[in-house]
Nanobody
Framework: VQLQASGGGLVQAGGSLRLSCAAS????????LAWFRQAPGKEREFVAA????????YYTDSVKNRFTISRDSAKNTLYLQMNSLKPEDTAVYYC????????????????????WGQGTLVTVSS
């Protein structure tokens, strides 16, 4: 599985960006997919995730009601729509895929994801 993230850039606070993550693999629709981010000098943190098998989506508290994760299986693409951006959202954003068995609470844990994109930088100016 190969993942290619894109869509990052420089935006003013309050603005919007949409990140994309193009994936290879014939069984993309079965993957659990996620976005993580890493700010300068900080640990990588969970942002959002979604399984293939249900409609539930998972978000870290700081992005709820601002970010939306979605997928288009016909295009093998994962998205992260980011609205009302804040300077603290500045980070490199990574997409990730889990192709194994169903995961529960670990969906927010980076170590369960075996495949990662290269990251795309989002900079939010104040």
């Amino acid at each position: 599985v190969q993942l290619q993230a894109s869509g990052g850039g420089l935006v003013q606070a309050g603005g919007s960006l949409r990140l994309s993550c193009a994936a290879s693999g014939r069984t993309f629709s079965s993957y659990t997919l996620a976005w993580f981010r890493q700010a300068p000098g900080k640990e990588r943190e969970f942002v959002a995730a979604m399984r293939s098998s249900d409609v539930n989506k998972y978000y870290t508290d700081s992005v709820k009601n601002r970010f939306t994760i979605s997928r288009d299986s016909a295009k093998n693409t994962l998205y992260l729509q980011m609205n009302s951006l804040k300077p603290e959202d500045t980070a490199v954003y990574y997409c990730a895929a889990h192709t194994g068995r169903y995961i529960t609470s670990a969906i927010r844990t980076s170590t369960v994801y075996g495949y990662w994109g290269q990251g795309t930088l989002v900079t939010v100016s104040s």
